[in-house]
């Protein structure tokens, strides 16, 4: 009986507790402005373009960093604690972040923008999620999806802006549409038989298969596992028999496998150039440049691509 009372006592004050917190966690995101923490640069740049220059946006990590083999310092520990809302690319690009973001979704919303695909979209082998790959992001098309599930996302959370951040979203869209239309008919002016993108890992297949080029790495959709000699001898012996002129190394990955391949293709009496400038695959490039911004890194990854194999 008194067990009981007490009982009764306790939810009398939980209620009450709740009754006296809920007003303020139903405001706090209206009267603030939103804590938002992102894995990659190309996911600030996103958002940043959905909720205005003016937002502060934490990326865990900055230009230049490979996703991939990316740990959890403490200083992100500290971002991810204090973030309102948290999105990150999910398909194992974050391999090594998976169980902080668990860890986090239990006490916010973390959303894996990669959900806003339809799996039927994805490439490479969806019964195992960490064969599927993540780098959907050079398909504009595909990140035009991505942009729409984050904007939902982030309206729903912050109501009191969403008309704003509508706004910005389909002007965003219509950049990026341009961006899509611009990037196809560059890709077109390369002759078919030249059409062969040859990188060092295996972040274009999203891009090869919406703009119509080939294309091949030395690694696979992720660089935690290192290529070797047998997957450099054969790529030589590609690159020998197609003729191909360029190959390119990639701003978030070690270009000491991609120099072998260009020496033994020169033993074979074949030359090929590595680069010209390296491409952007999973981080932006520094501020102040081109490729500090998403559409920015597309353009300019073309337009080295179309210079190089024309
Ligand atoms: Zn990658």
Redesign the pocket.
Known sequence: MRYTDLSHIYKSLLFAVFLFLAPFSAISYASSPLKIVVTTSVLKDTLQNIVGPEAEIISLMGPGV???AYKATLKNMRDLNNADIIFYHGLH?EGKMADVLTEMSRSKPVYAVSNAIDPSQYIGDCKATAAID??IWFDIQLWKQVVRYISTQIQSIHPAEATKYQTHTTAYLEVLETLHQEITALIQTIPQHQRILITA???FSYFGRAYDIQVKSLQG???VEECGLRDITNLVDYIVYHKIKAIFPEN?VPMQALKAVVEGCKHKGHTVILGPPELY??ALGEAGTLEATYAGMVLSNVNNIVNALR
Do not use: R, V, W, Y
Request: aromatic share 0%; hydrophobic share 20%; proline share 13%.
């Open positions: 490979d996703p991939h690009l993540p780098h890992h295996d972040a959709i992720s660089t978030s695959s999973d």
